[in-house]
Each structure stands twice: as C-alpha cells, then as structure tokens.
C-alpha cells in the first residue's frame, strides 16, 4: 500500500506541491497579519504547520524515505498542543473581556 501511495505523490511534480503549499503558507501568514479576530489567527497559524507538513511529506515521498514523516507527527503534536493552549486562552480573554479581539491583549496587563 505504501509503495502505491508514493508512486502516486511521485505522478505529480514536486513544483506542484511546491507552489501549493507557498499558496498555503502565505494565506496564513496574511491572516495572521492582517485579521484582529483571534480564533481566525489561529487558524491561520495551523494552516501555515500543515502546509510545511504536505511539503516535508511531498519531498520525503519523493526521497523514499520516511525520516520527514516522523517530522511532520512531531509538528502536528506541538500544533495540536498549541491549539488546546490558544483556546484555553482565548476562553479566558473572553470571559474577562466578552470579546477574542486580540487588540484588547493590552487591557490584560497588570
């Protein structure tokens, strides 16, 4: 199965997933600069993690080798922890503000 699989990322060009994930990553950099809703900035933060992943398991697919793909498991865990962090921290800016406009961060000082 395994062997189907990579002749399969291997039909399209590597340029393809190339130009795919900088779509990706810079879509997410975008949002993150330019929207003030925090939910959507992080958001954006996951879609730029998974865009590296597609890309370290498009050349680890083109390499036949899996070392990258141990890599991308090691970035959706620290994605995964960043999320349940974010969150518990916007749930407590919202409680305390009504609001997850990250320009009311600076209310939250002292």
Known sequence: MEEV?????????????IILCSIL??????GVLIRKNAI???GCVELMLNSVNLLLAAFSA???DGHAQVLVFF??????AEVAVGLAILTMM????RSVDVSMFNKLKG
Request: charged share 10%.
């Open 94 to 97: 919202y409680r305390n503000t």
């Open 40 to 42: 959507i900035i992080l």
């Open 62 to 64: 083109y390499k036949g």
């Open 75 to 80: 970035i959706m865990v620290v994605a995964a």
């Open 25 to 30: 990553f810079s879509l997410g950099v975008l």
């Open 5 to 17: 699989t990579n002749s399969m990322l291997q039909a399209v060009p590597i340029e393809h997933y």
